[in-house]
Every structure is written in structure tokens, then in C-alpha cells.
């Protein structure tokens, strides 16, 4: 009835690797980084002062009243018994309702600029897939995508449309000041003028399900020749060893979430195991599977890898919990992204 | 409870077949305990047109999105039953307005004939919408043994909406209408089954003489509640039936 | 509706004047007479033909427009009639009244969202139907 | 003293103490089937307080699981579930029923001059439907537990494989139990006022508990539709909230926050009458604009029902609704400045008691200035874009929630604590008690709001590294807060024992409530009261009441 509480200390449950941390300003904000800070802090730092003033005069007024006029004796009467004073209330009625409608006016054309997307913008755009508990970028005119990591280029407009197979997700920069909620079944577009070199974190912000926190991507931005090389799309197989290698880091972006190397238990089945090493070759274990409602037992091989990876529901391992929970479907993984990891799995095996 | 030196009023019966009511001994006066309550059940009834309201407002909007699907889907229920089970509510409401005016003027008989004739109002209707759901059941588009029989991610389909004769096929997400047929129909179904539990309540009361000129109070209230079931069903008989 | 009458009630509390809605008002005698409710049942009946009668025909968008004034109407009947809602007191009939106004502060922003969400799509983001494959919206443009 | 009001020692000399509606009856059936408002408030008043404890549990356990940047103690689906039943707990259970319910169903019929409530079988029926909602949420635990948060978004509620039905039925009961709660004080309020007591006469808790109340009949059934539909969907897929099927989620958040924005007023709105009621008995001086203050209390109740959208400003609303709603929600912000600015005037230049009550009112005043102030910086529509769905917005809302209408539930707690039951608690444990839960507070808040604008994104399991620094402060001030809380809780128990007796009028208050015997009597007052005087009038106070023990 009660799945496992208590964190396993083997499992670490963070985001590995991630963007290093903005510097912070002196009010405590992140720097400027892209355009829409414009549109975001100079209203913040309005409202911020605003705020700063009223509290101010509430707290002098109370400290100073309650300094002043404290009740010396327990029969002490007030010192005014004034019950209301008009002009009075109707400044305080009026005075903020004009700030609040600056405020709005402000806001409101902020809002205007950051959504309304640019044609430099849309001719830029990216595709943001968000699935429990991942991101897929597919870049524009480029056909591999890249995983929880993207590259844009620095001083471009980028738009980025974003689609959820799910549940609700958020695309949320916080040094881009956007967020925009991923609704299943429809587009949502974000766009930004990112201005800097570096590396940032994209967040989900809206509460997606168990690992929610851990939907974490790495933005790196980064300049247009750095960009024209596609660093994406650096995949290294040259020998077994090296795919192992960039096997290796596909699974820390992508498949860490759910499946574990080392056996602990966790949404999806351990990766332990899979094959064994008999002299120079590699075994795949006999595993129970079920495929269109039978139970039936398989030999672990490449292709029933590769189906697995794309085809997750195909097949599904006839063991508690695994025979209920969904793995999401990732066929836009290449064969040669596919074959880098059963060499990591391999290269498992190859460790023991 | 005791209560030391309260006087309670008691509003004598208007003859030898009916009794007395106390009135509660919080209130000052038979009108303040008549207000408090009265007050109160309208506030009740606008919770209701609220509660309703949600799936009003879920209708209208997938009558924007989907217009086909609701054109279709509403081709699909038989007006003539929807209107009959309207004149049955309305003429039920009727004889419901009655049995409060008669039990205001302290006619226990005919009171007592009229909540009948209500009660026999609310049993047809019932089983019009029987018959009704029947058809749903027959043709596919409400499944009722399989209504808990989940979604199969897979294959798309959904348990309870076979649609056999193919009707909704060309339109989108055709299981939509009939789903919003079922759970507003449904509601409002086992509104008219509390109503008609009220409706008996009210009758054994009657019986008992214990409602007359000088206390009517629950015949009324039982009478708009079961006017407020009409007053659903009014707006429900055309959106499901006539205008898709 | 001024026809009504109420002669025929043989009320303890039977006071002379009718100023509905007065707050120490008893508010709770009237007693309408059968007539009126009988000619109410017989209206709603005619209402019922009618409604059905006019979806025979198709107005287009004013099919919606006119099943749900016909509807009002009929309710209306019910609320002041069946419910006496004409001879309540004020506050009951704020109460009541307003849960419907409240009711159409749900409708009117809830649609209004949705009707100017198209809107919203067709002026600054690019309108990809989510059944087809992602297509790059510069080749959407083209077309 | 000029006043027409029941004079205080009305009952006769004799040696045994004077029956009150403590010591009126005895037994467990003349507590479980009490009509009595008073009663019920007291059950109510244990039961919140419960509620509130456990959900002071799941947040310090949330707290301490964030110590560090990987969690320190759950799984992600264990943590997932306790904040959600955190804020469940915290919102369902606690704050929407806590004041209504306990002091309400106290204070209220005493300020109105009535007997009892208008309903007073639908009064126990809305308190053991209060219980069975919460009985359900807890079988939901036991059933599983539930992870979707407190607000069920779909269509993640509709997939997860936990017991949302149960929880979603547990809501709809407590949903009924505020709307019966809500009639019933609207009726009394209308019909049983005492004669002489017109609308202008009322105290402003009753205004405020009125105002509550017609969001609370009004607004509430369309969360109980809301979680009927999302019931629905689970049993038999209707496909309305659920995308695969047609259906549209942001509706979902439209008829969720249709209800749950004037539910924060609904918690929020009985804060502010008790907080109006305090300023003004602990300076001894009528309340600082006074009709200002009762049409405010109205106005934000009518404005709350036109602002929903604000907490849907990034899920894919249109720019329309956008626009309305950020207008409409700046105009929220003007009663509410008012009411602040009222409380301070009323202050100043009063005779102003640093009394335990005055003491949590004044933590208020300045809490909830900031919490106020902060939600003006979420109003606005790009910085919300920023700033939607971080820590920020949890700070802002902690600071309305538990810095507001905790502290105001407490300090009238404090305030009616002499009045329930006749004693008086430890003042300086009390004083002490009040600057933990201060200092706690802030110190958990305020590092929130920092992490927030530099975007750590809420209902996070784990983090990135460089928040830990704030997520320390946040959790040594939960701390501080949480043996604030405990010591409040051990001396108002303690209160209970010792049994010292409070006086006859604690605090010297001139509204009805305080014009009856203490503890009251079964009915209220020994004679029916007739008011006429204009409401506040300190020069009526009668100060040989103010020493006069309870015997």
C-alpha cells in the first residue's frame, strides 16, 4: 500500500551538473541578461519602492502610537475619540488607487512586449517537448534534437513553442524572466533576446508529478560560431569505449530519473544486470515481459532495446510496479544515440 | 435541552385533525422563525443554481469548442421523450404549487392528493429517463455496465462509448456530449429521487396534521425545492435536445 | 400577473395590506388562487410547444439565443409564480436573484477567455494543430 | 455607564457558581448532540486546532526535508504528498473553517444579542460534516496518500494513481459544512439581531463573518462541482478537464479558482473583523472609520469574484482575460489599503494595552502589511510573469494565510479566551510565545521571498545547490516558529488546570459580547438586550467590570 518513504542515501536525488549560479545584485535580484528584464524589473523595482514606502509609513505609525500612547494606567482612556476624518479617507482611498493603476498600465504593456512575439523571433524557433520528467529541444532547421540541454545563440531573438505529451509543465527561465505553463494539447510560445554568454537553468515550475524537481535543463548560451559547430549534436562512437562515454552522459540527462545502474529500486527497472559478460561477448538476461496482454519471456537484446526506448508500452516488464507504470516514448533518440547507451550498459556488465 | 423561564409559542391548530406547532425556542415570534427559515432555503437554492451552474458553463463551453459534436450528439437523443418528461415536470409542478397553497389553507385531503399526484410526476419521469438511458445504452453511446471501465491509453477508446451504429464518427471527440448528457442528466436525476424522498416526508407530516394555515413551512420549502428541480430541467430540455 | 387574488385564505395571521417586501412583514401569507396557477401551468405548456416548435427550424446562431429566452421566460414564471417569489421579501429575492448573477460572472469570464483565446492565436502566436506533426512554423507561414 | 445592556452580575448571590453553558449539562451526548452555538464553536475550535497542528507537522517536516539541495529525508513521492496534505489540511481543514467556526460560532450570535444561531441543528449538521470531510482526507492518507497539491490541477489529478476521490469527496463534505456554516450566518445576521442593534450598529466581526459568508454560500458550490467533475473523470473519463479526451485543463483552473480566490477571502475577511475588533477594544477607542471599514469588508467580498484569473496569468489564458483580470485585481487592493490604514489610525492616539491579544494584533498589522503589499507586486502582469509559481508567491500567500489569519485567529483566541471559559492564560508566556512565532516567522518568510525573485520554482522535492543558504534560514525560522506554536499551545492548555479566573470584562470591550456573564450563560443573556448606543462608544465602558472576577 505505502510505496518506500524514506529517500534511499544511495539514490542522490538532485539535478547532477548543474548551471552555475547567476551573480546576484545588490537588492538581492539576478542580473541583466536578456531583454524582457526591462519589461520585468523596472516595474519590480517601482513596486518594490512603492511597497518599501508604505510599509515604512505603517510600521512608524504603529511603533510611534504604540510608544506614545501606551496605556500607563489600567483606567486610562484614549487620548482622541475622532471616529473618522473624510478627506483623510478619501486620500487613502485615492492615492493608492493611482499607483495601482500605473501599476497596471505598466504591467500590462510589459506583458504585451513579452508575449506578443517578433518576427525576428518566430524566424528562430525552437520546439520545447515536456514530458514527466524531461525536455526535448528540437532545434529550427536541424534534425537532431538534444535532451534537458539546449543551445541558443547569443543577441538573437529565440522563440521557443512549447508542447507537453502529459500533464501541465511551465517553461520557466528565471535570468530570461519568462514562464509560460505547458497545457497538454496545445502550443504555448515563449520568446526572449537573450544578451549574454553562458549557461543557465530552465526549470518546469508547475507541479508536475513525483520528480517534478528533478525536470531540470541546462541553457546554454552561447556565440554564433560556437552555435554554427551544433554542439548538440557532438556524439562520439568512434570505439565502444567512447560511445559507453557519451552513452554515459545521455543517461545522466535523460534516463537517471527513472532508472537506476547501480539496482536500487525506482520508477523504472535497474539498468544492473541487463547484460553479463562472457568472455569477449555480452549476454542479455532472460526477463518476463508482457506484450499485448500475455506473459511471455525474452531474451534482453539491442532490439528489444531500441523498442523499448521508442516503443516503451510494447513491452512491459511483467514485474510489480513496473508492469503499471508508463515509460514516456522517446522516438526521436537516434541509432546511434540508442546504440551509445546499450554500450553504457554494457560497459555495466564490463565493470563488474 | 431545558430552558428556565422561556415561554415557548406555540401557534394553535386550526382544528381538531390537525396539531399544534412550537416554535423553536430561540426565535422571538412564529415570523421570525418563518423569515429565518425561508431565508435560509433561498440561500440553500442559490448554492444549488451554482452547483449547476458549473455544468452549465462546462456545456457552453464545449458547445463553443465542439459545435459539431454537440449538433450531432443532440440528434442523437429523442426530443419527444425530452419533451414529454418536461410537461411531466412542469404539470408536476403544478400540483406541487397546489399542495402548498392547499396545505396554506389548511386542506389536509386535498394536500395530500396533490403531493400524490407530484409523487406520481416524479416515478414517470424517472422512468422516462429510464427508458431513455436504455436507448443510450443500446445504441453504444452510454455503455452503462462498462461506465467504470477506464480509458485505454493505446488504443484511444473509451470503455463506456462504444457508438455502434457509427453516428459520432466524423465529428471530434464525440464521447463529449454524451458525457455531459449523463453527468448533468445523471444530477439531476437524483435531484428529482431526494425531491420525491422530500415529497413522501412531506406527506406523512400532512397526515399527521401537522401542517396547516398556522405552520406550512415545510410544504413550502419542499415546494421550491422541487420547483427549483423544474426550473433545472427547463433549461436542461432545451440545450440537451433542441439546440445542438 | 396583477389578477391575483387572496380571498380565499382563512389565515391566523391575515393582515390587510399587501406592501410586499416590508422586513416585519409576515411575507408568507399570500395565497394564490388556483385560477392563476392554473393559467401559469397552461402558459408553460404553450411555452414547451413553442420551444419545440421553433427548433424545428434552423436560425443559425440565434437557435442558442432563442431556446434560452424561451427557457428564461419559462423560469421566470416558475420563480415568480410556482415559487411566489413576486410576493417574497426583498431579501429573498436579492438572495435568490443574485446567485444567478454571480453565476454569470463564471459564464462571462470563463467564455470570454476561451472566445478571445482564438483571437490571441490568430495575432501573435503561430497556430500549429497538435493532432499533425511539428511543423516548422516558417513553412506554416508559406502557406 | 449609561447603557440599556445587560448589567454583569444579573444572577443572584449564592455560593454555588452560576450556571453557564459549561456547567450547565455534563456528558459526552450533551456535548456530540449540543445545539448550543457555543458548544459547537468549542468542538469546532478543538477540531481546527488539531487540523492546524498537523499541518504544522507536515510543514516543519517539509521544512527539515529541505535542509539540503537533495532532500534530506523522502523519496520524491513521499515529499510530493506531504506538502500536498500540508496545504490540504492547512486550507480545507484549518483556515476556511477555523474562524467562522470556532470564534464565529462563539462570538457571533453573543454580538448580535441572539439566543443562538438562526439554524442551530445546521449548525452541528455543518460541524460533523466539517468531521467527516476530515475523516475522508484522512482515509485518503491511509488509502495511499494523495500528491496532486492542494489545488488538484488537472489533468495530473486525473492520472496519478493515488486516492484523489477520497480526498475530492472529503472536500466536497467540508465545502457543504462552510456553506451551511455561511447561510446560517447570514440568517441570524439578518433576523436575530437584538432590537436597536441596526446594520450600522454591528460590530465589525459581524460584518466581516457577513461578508464571509456570502462568499461562502456563494463560491463554494462551485468547487464542490469542480471536485465532483475531477471525481467524475477518474470513474468514468467525462473528458472535460482531460486533454486526451477533448477536454481543457485551463478550464479546470477557471471553476477552481472561481471558488478558491474568494476562499482566500473567505479565510482572510474573519482575520480582518477580529483584527477590527481588537485595535479597538485594546486602544479603547472607536474604530477609525467605521462605515468606511464595513463597506470595504462588502467590497473586497464582491470584488473577489472577478479576480480569479490572477492565479492563472502564465497557464495559457488569453491576453483579454489577462487584461481584465490584472485591472480587477488591482482594484482588491484598495479596500484592503484602507482597512490597513484604518487600523493604524485607530491606533494612534488610543490607549493602547501591550496586552497578549494586542500584542498578536500588532505581529498582524505589520505582517500583513507586508504580505498585502507583496501581492500589489504580483498583481502586476509581467512581474507576475516572473514571479508566478516561485517562492515568492509562496511567501506572499504564507504571509496572508498563516502570518494574517493564524496570528489573527490566535490573537482573537487570546481575546475570547477569558470570555469561552472564564480563566485567564500565563500573560508572560503569552508575550514570549507571540515573539517566537514573530520572529519565527519573518525568518522563515523572508529568505523565501529572496529565493523566489531569483527564481526557485515552488513544490520542489530537491534544488540546485546555490539556494541552500536561504532554505537554512527558512527552516531554522520554521523552527523558531513551530516551538512558538507548541508554547501556545502548552500554556493555553495550562490555562485549563490552573484555572485562574479572568474578569468579568478582560479587556474592557463595550459590544455585547462582552455585556453578557462570563462565561455566558445556555440562552446568552440573562434578559433579552436592546442597544442604544452607537457601536465602540468607550465612554459607556462600565470599569468596574474590567476587576471584577468571574466567580
Given at each position: 500500500m505505502f510505496a518506500q518513504l524514506i529517500q534511499d542515501p544511495a539514490k542522490i536525488n538532485y539535478v547532477e551538473n548543474p548551471a552555475k549560479p547567476p551573480e546576484i545584485d545588490a537588492w538581492g535580484q539576478l542580473p541583466k541578461?536578456?531583454?524582457?528584464f526591462d519589461h520585468v524589473d523596472g516595474l519590480f523595482y517601482f513596486t518594490y519602492i512603492v511597497c518599501i514606502f508604505f510599509f515604512v509609513v505603517i510600521l512608524g505609525a504603529l511603533l510611534f502610537s504604540v510608544v506614545k500612547?501606551?496605556?500607563?494606567?489600567?483606567?486610562q482612556p484614549a487620548a482622541s475619540n475622532v471616529t473618522h476624518n473624510t478627506p483623510l479617507e478619501v486620500v487613502w482611498t485615492i492615492v493608492p488607487l493611482i499607483i495601482v493603476m500605473i501599476m497596471f498600465a505598466w504591467g500590462f504593456k510589459g506583458c504585451m512586449d513579452m508575449t506578443v512575439v517578433p518576427e525576428a523571433a518566430s524566424r528562430n524557433t525552437y520546439k520545447a517537448t515536456a514530458k514527466q520528467w524531461n525536455w526535448t529541444f528540437t532545434y529550427p532547421n536541424h534534425a537532431t534534437p538534444s535532451f534537458n540541454e539546449v543551445w541558443i545563440e547569443v543577441n538573437k531573438p529565440v522563440q521557443f513553442l512549447c508542447e507537453s505529451t502529459d500533464v501541465l509543465h511551465a517553461f520557466f527561465i528565471p535570468v530570461m524572466r519568462v514562464k509560460r505553463d505547458i497545457v497538454p494539447g496545445r502550443f504555448q510560445s515563449v520568446w526572449f533576446h537573450p544578451i549574454e554568454i553562458g549557461e543557465f537553468h530552465l526549470f518546469c515550475a508547475e507541479y508536475c508529478g513525483d520528480d517534478h524537481s528533478r525536470m531540470y535543463a541546462k541553457v546554454h548560451v552561447v556565440s554564433a560560431e560556437e552555435f554554427a559547430t551544433a554542439p548538440w549534436d557532438k556524439w562520439d562512437d568512434t570505439t565502444p569505449a567512447l560511445a559507453a562515454k557519451s552513452g554515459e552522459s545521455l543517461y545522466k540527462n535523460l534516463c537517471q530519473t527513472c532508472h537506476s545502474v547501480n539496482g536500487t529500486p525506482a520508477v523504472g527497472p535497474t539498468w544492473k544486470g541487463l547484460f553479463t559478460k562472457q568472455g569477449d561477448t555480452f549476454v542479455g538476461r532472460q526477463r518476463e515481459v508482457i506484450e499485448g496482454g500475455a506473459k511471455k519471456t525474452i531474451t534482453v537484446d539491442e532490439a528489444y532495446i531500441t523498442e523499448s526506448v521508442?516503443?516503451?508500452?510494447?513491452?512491459?516488464?511483467?514485474?510489480s510496479p513496473y508492469d503499471k507504470n508508463n515509460m514516456t516514448a522517446f522516438?526521436?533518440?537516434d541509432e546511434r544515440r540508442i546504440k551509445g547507451l546499450i554500450e553504457y550498459m554494457k560497459s555495466l556488465a564490463a565493470a563488474q | 435541552m431545558s430552558h428556565d423561564g422561556h415561554h415557548s409559542i406555540v401557534i394553535p391548530a386550526?382544528?381538531?385533525e390537525f396539531v399544534p406547532h412550537t416554535v423553536a425556542?430561540?426565535?422571538?415570534?412564529p415570523v421570525q422563525e418563518f423569515q429565518s427559515m425561508k431565508l435560509g432555503f433561498w440561500l440553500f437554492l442559490a448554492t444549488e443554481i451554482l452547483l449547476f451552474g458549473g455544468l452549465f458553463a462546462a456545456y457552453f463551453y464545449f458547445h463553443e469548442a465542439f459545435p459539431e459534436t454537440f449538433r450531432v450528439g443532440g440528434a442523437q437523443l429523442d426530443w419527444r421523450l425530452g419533451a414529454v418528461n418536461t410537461t411531466v415536470l412542469l404539470v408536476s409542478s403544478w400540483t406541487m404549487a397546489m399542495g402548498v397553497r392547499c396545505a396554506q389553507t389548511s386542506q389536509k385531503q386535498k394536500t395530500l392528493m396533490f403531493c400524490a399526484l407530484t409523487l406520481v410526476g416524479a416515478v414517470a419521469f424517472m422512468v422516462i429517463k429510464f427508458f431513455e438511458y436504455k436507448a443510450k445504452n443500446d445504441h453504444g453511446l452510454v455503455v452503462f455496465s462498462e461506465l467504470?471501465?477506464?480509458?485505454n491509453e493505446a488504443t484511444g477508446?473509451?470503455?463506456?462509448?462504444?457508438d455502434y451504429d457509427g453516428?459520432?464518427?466524423?465529428?471530434?471527440?464525440?464521447h463529449m456530449f454524451f458525457a455531459i448528457y449523463l453527468t448533468m442528466t445523471a444530477i439531476h436525476g437524483l435531484h428529482v429521487v431526494i425531491g420525491a424522498g422530500l415529497i413522501i416526508w412531506i406527506m406523512k407530516g400532512t397526515a399527521k396534521g401537522?401542517?396547516?394555515?398556522?405552520?406550512y413551512l415545510p410544504v413550502d420549502l419542499v415546494g421550491l425545492y422541487w420547483h427549483l428541480v423544474d426550473l433545472i430541467w427547463i433549461f436542461l430540455f432545451p440545450l440537451l435536445y433542441l439546440v445542438p | 400577473m396583477s389578477a391575483h387574488t387572496h380571498n380565499d385564505h382563512g389565515h391566523a395571521?391575515?393582515?390587510?395590506?399587501?406592501?410586499?417586501?416590508?422586513?416585519?412583514?409576515?411575507?408568507?401569507h399570500h395565497v394564490s388562487s388556483a385560477a392563476m396557477f392554473f393559467n401559469v401551468l397552461a402558459i408553460l405548456l404553450v411555452l414547451t410547444i413553442v420551444t419545440v416548435a421553433v427548433s424545428r427550424f434552423d436560425f443559425g446562431g440565434a437557435n442558442m439565443l432563442i431556446a434560452m429566452g424561451i427557457a428564461s421566460v419559462k423560469a421566470s414564471l416558475v420563480i415568480a409564480i410556482f415559487m411566489h417569489m413576486k410576493w417574497d421579501t426583498a431579501i429573498n429575492k436579492i438572495v435568490f436573484l443574485s446567485s444567478f448573477l454571480f453565476l454569470s460572472l463564471l459564464f462571462i469570464f470563463t467564455l470570454a477567455d476561451q472566445a478571445t483565446r482564438r483571437v490571441d492565436h490568430e495575432m501573435h502566436t503561430t497556430r500549429t494543430p497538435?493532432?499533425?506533426?511539428?511543423?516548422h512554423p516558417s513553412t506554416l507561414e508559406k502557406h | 455607564m449609561s447603557t440599556n445592556v445587560p448589567v454583569i452580575d444579573a444572577h443572584p448571590t449564592i455560593s454555588e457558581p452560576p450556571k453557564n453553558y459549561l456547567n450547565c449539562s455534563r456528558g459526552f451526548m450533551s456535548w456530540a448532540g449540543t445545539l448550543d452555538h457555543k458548544r459547537i464553536g468549542i468542538m469546532y475550535l478543538i477540531g481546527v486546532s488539531a487540523a492546524f497542528l498537523a499541518g504544522g507537522v507536515f510543514a516543519l517536516l517539509v521544512r527539515l526535508h529541505l535542509w539540503e539541495p537533495h532532500g534530506m529525508l523522502f523519496t520524491n513521492e513521499t515529499y510530493n504528498q506531504i506538502f500536498t496534505l500540508h496545504g490540504a489540511f492547512m486550507v480545507f481543514?484549518?483556515?476556511?473553517?477555523?474562524i467562522p467556526g470556532s470564534l464565529g460560532n462563539m462570538v457571533l450570535p453573543l454580538m448580535l444579542g441572539a439566543?443562538?444561531?438562526?439554524l442551530p441543528r445546521l449548525n452541528l449538521l455543518s460541524f460533523y460534516l466539517w468531521c467527516g470531510g476530515t475523516l475522508l482526507a484522512t482515509l485518503a492518507i491511509v488509502l495511499?496518500?494523495?500528491?496532486?497539491?492542494?489545488?488538484?490541477?488537472a489533468p495530473y489529478s486525473l492520472y496519478t494513481d493515488q486516492a484523489v476521490v477520497s480526498i475530492g469527496l472529503g472536500i466536497f463534505l467540508l465545502g457543504f459544512s462552510s456553506i451551511f456554516t455561511g447561510l446560517n450566518f447570514i440568517v441570524t445576521t439578518h433576523k436575530?439581531?437584538?432590537?436597536?442593534?441596526?446594520w450600522f450598529r454591528m460590530p465589525l466581526f459581524v460584518w466581516a463573518i457577513y461578508a464571509t459568508a456570502i462568499l461562502q454560500v456563494l463560491a463554494t458550490p462551485v468547487l464542490g462541482i469542480t471536485v465532483l467533475l475531477v471525481a467524475f473523470e477518474r470513474l468514468?473519463?467525462?473528458?472535460?478537464?482531460d486533454p486526451r479526451l477533448g477536454g481543457d485543463p485551463v478550464l479546470f483552473e477557471h471553476f477552481f479558482w472561481f471558488y478558491s480566490h474568494p476562499a482566500v477571502y473567505i479565510m482572510v475577511l474573519p482575520a480582518f473583523g477580529i483584527i477590527s475588533e481588537l485595535v479597538t477594544v485594546h486602544s479603547r477607542?472607536?474604530?477609525?472609520g467605521y462605515k468606511l471599514m464595513a463597506f470595504s469588508a462588502l467590497a473586497i467580498a464582491i470584488i473577489s469574484f472577478l479576480v480569479w484569473g490572477h492565479h492563472m496569468f502564465?497557464?495559457?489564458?488569453s491576453t483579454f482575460a489577462m487584461f481584465a483580470f490584472s485591472f480587477l485585481t488591482f482594484f482588491v487592493a484598495i479596500p484592503t489599503a484602507i482597512k490597513e490604514f484604518s487600523w493604524v489610525a485607530t491606533i494612534w492616539k488610543g490607549s493602547i494595552a501591550l496586552n497578549s491579544p494586542m500584542l498578536y494584533t500588532l505581529a498582524f498589522l505589520i505582517i500583513f502589511a507586508i504580505g498585502g503589499l507583496t501581492g500589489v507586486i504580483l498583481g502586476a502582469l509581467n512581474v507576475d510573469l516572473h514571479l508566478h509559481d516561485t517562492y515568492f508567491v509562496v511567501a506572499h500567500f504564507h504571509y496572508v494565510m498563516m502570518g494574517s489569519i493564524a496570528l489573527a485567529f490566535f490573537a482573537g483566541l487570546h481575546h475570547w479566551w477569558p470570555k469561552m471559559f472564564g480563566i485567564m492564560y500565563d500573560e508572560t508566556l503569552a508575550k514570549i510565545a507571540c515573539a517566537l512565532i514573530f520572529i519565527g516567522f519573518n525568518a522563515t518568510f523572508i529568505p523565501q521571498f529572496i529565493m523566489g525573485s531569483q527564481g526557485m520554482p515552488r513544490r520542489y522535492a530537491t534544488y540546485v545547490p546555490e539556494f541552500e543558504g536561504y532554505h537554512h534560514a527558512s527552516t531554522i525560522g520554521a523552527v523558531i516558529l513551530g516551538s512558538g506554536v507548541a508554547l501556545m499551545v502548552y500554556y493555553l492548555l495550562a490555562s485549563l488546570l490552573i484555572r485562574k479566573p479572568a474578569m468579568q470584562n478582560q479587556w474592557g470591550g463595550v459590544t455585547l459580547d462582552w455585556l453578557t456573564p462570563t462565561p455566558p450563560p445556555l440562552e446568552n443573556f440573562a434578559t433579552p438586550p436592546s442597544v442604544t448606543t452607537e457601536v465602540y462608544?468607550?465612554?459607556?465602558?462600565?470599569?468596574e467590570s474590567l476587576r471584577t472576577p468571574v466567580r
Open positions: 541578461l536578456a531583454s524582457t500612547y501606551r496605556r500607563k494606567t489600567w483606567d521508442r516503443k516503451p508500452d510494447q513491452k512491459k516488464v511483467a514485474e522516438p526521436d533518440l | 386550526p382544528g381538531p425556542h430561540h426565535f422571538d415570534s467504470f471501465s477506464g480509458y477508446q473509451l470503455a463506456w462509448f462504444k453516428v459520432m464518427a466524423n465529428v471530434p471527440h464525440g401537522r401542517f396547516h394555515a398556522g405552520y | 395571521h391575515a393582515d390587510a395590506g399587501h406592501d410586499h417586501g416590508g422586513g416585519l412583514q409576515m411575507g408568507h497538435v493532432d499533425k506533426q511539428w511543423v | 481543514i484549518f483556515v476556511i473553517p477555523a439566543k443562538d444561531v438562526a495511499g496518500g494523495f500528491d496532486t497539491g492542494w489545488t488538484f490541477y436575530l439581531r437584538a432590537p436597536g442593534l441596526t468514468y473519463n467525462i473528458g472535460i478537464f477607542k472607536p474604530l477609525f502564465t497557464s495559457g489564458q462608544d468607550y465612554s459607556t465602558l462600565d470599569y
